[in-house]
């Protein structure tokens, strides 16, 4: 009965906290939000995030992936070795 009541407690304390890092993500991702933005620097933003997705994912993504991915192979390989 106290395991439950742990995880119960666990739980919403989880919730809780992410509740509040999605309201202090919220606050700052939106606090310097301006509704009067002139067409060209909303352009100039697009641009600028999908270059910097582009820049982060050759950087970054893909070569975690291929480091991941080989290194299961190796794992792989020495598990069947050891068979």
């Not at 919220?26 to 582009?54: K, P």
Request: aromatic share 12%.
């Amino acid at each position: 009965m106290s395991q439950t009541r742990i995880t119960s407690q666990s739980r919403r304390t989880l919730h809780v906290a992410l509740a509040l890092i999605l309201f202090i993500c919220l606050w700052a991702g939106w606090s310097d939000f301006d509704v009067q933005m002139s067409q060209n620097e909303v352009r100039e933003g697009i641009r600028s995030t999908i270059r910097q997705l582009i820049q982060f994912s050759i950087q970054f993504a893909i070569p975690a992936a291929i480091i991941a991915f080989f290194v299961k192979e190796i794992i792989r390989w020495f598990r069947s070795r050891d068979v």
